[in-house]
């Protein structure tokens, strides 16, 4: 099995800025969106873009959450082993807001198709726009596009897009490994 480095550490950096940035184009003081980070992944890049935009940008109307679609997976039970949700953590309404969708790897598109099923469950939202750091645009099963992406890769099916934060895998960088 071999990798190749997609990002490094001061790469993701750099597109972190820039990804904040193109929120902040859009959506001025974000008074009228929030940040919805998919679980379990998207989680740490929503958590990493808002503090960001809080410190770096000085933004102070941030509302992020976190959205599980476990349960709302059009392949949940089709494994072998029984599946562990995440938590959900949205104490906000999202009638009328423009939600930004916010997850690490776009693939097939099924995580997103599921997470706009689950967030109907907090309203119905005037816009939702998503945000992926890395878009395997090649691999779609569904007419899924994001409109923020930190980095288009043309990865094949046998390939594998790994993304490492800080957080949770001691790095922030990002792979794409040979299986």
Request: aromatic residues 8%.
């Amino acid at each position: 099995m071999s990798q190749k480095v997609l990002l490094n550490s001061k790469e993701v950096n750099i597109t972190l800025h820039r990804l904040a940035c193109q929120l902040i184009e859009n959506h001025d003081d974000f008074s009228e969106t929030v940040l919805i980070g998919i679980q379990p992944r998207g989680k740490f890049l929503a958590d990493r873009l808002a503090q960001m935009l809080k410190e770096d940008y000085k933004i102070k109307n941030i509302q992020i959450g976190h959205l599980d679609i476990t349960f709302f997976r059009d392949d949940f039970r089709r494994g072998d082993k029984p599946l562990e949700a995440n938590t959900t953590e949205i104490d906000f309404i999202v009638e009328g807001k423009n939600v930004v969708f916010i997850d690490d790897v776009l693939y097939t598109g099924r995580s997103i198709r599921s997470a706009l099923t689950a967030i109907q469950s907090f309203g119905r939202p005037n816009n939702i726009e998503l945000l992926t750091l890395i878009d395997r645009r090649f691999s779609r099963h569904l007419p899924i596009q994001p409109n923020y992406k930190g980095r288009q890769v043309d990865a094949i099916d046998n390939q594998k897009v790994k993304v490492n934060w800080i957080e949770n895998g001691g790095e922030d960088a990002v792979y794409l490994i040979d299986k």
